[in-house]
């Protein structure tokens, strides 16, 4: 079973910025599309970004202007670059991707990101 890894959350002071990458556990998966998802304490899980495999982006619209999603093919990673990182904006980030081959859905386990002075 293909698990996705996400990588770079942490603890960022209001108004930092991270990256977060998102790659699969074998180098044989590879990723079409991909989506980040957060998800807050208490809260549902919300949809932030997208990404096609050919470099169609979307943003949610709390995002946009801030948080860039972006892809290295030959890599076979996927990155989210967030900026002016807000306190509410604490959450799990999860990474979603769709493969190329099976069309299927792979989730990652998330990677906890925390903003707070």
């Known amino acids: 079973q293909v698990q996705l890894v996400e990588s770079g959350g942490g603890l960022v002071q209001p108004g930092g910025s991270l990256r977060l990458s998102c790659s699969p556990s074998?180098?044989?998966?590879?990723?079409?599309?991909v989506g980040w998802y957060r998800q807050a304490p208490g809260k549902e899980r919300e949809l932030v970004a997208t990404?096609?495999?050919?470099?169609?982006?979307g943003y949610a619209d709390s995002v946009k202007g801030r948080f860039t999603i972006s892809r290295d093919n030959a890599k076979n990673t996927v990155y989210l670059e967030m900026n002016s990182l807000k306190p509410e904006e604490t959450a799990v980030y999860y990474c979603?991707?769709?493969?190329?081959?099976?069309?299927?859905?792979?989730w990652g386990e998330g990677t906890l990101v925390t903003v707070s002075s």
């Open positions: 979603n991707a769709i493969s190329l081959l099976t069309g299927k859905s792979h």
């Open positions: 074998r180098s044989s998966f590879s990723i079409n599309a």
């Open positions: 990404i096609t495999r050919t470099g169609r982006t």
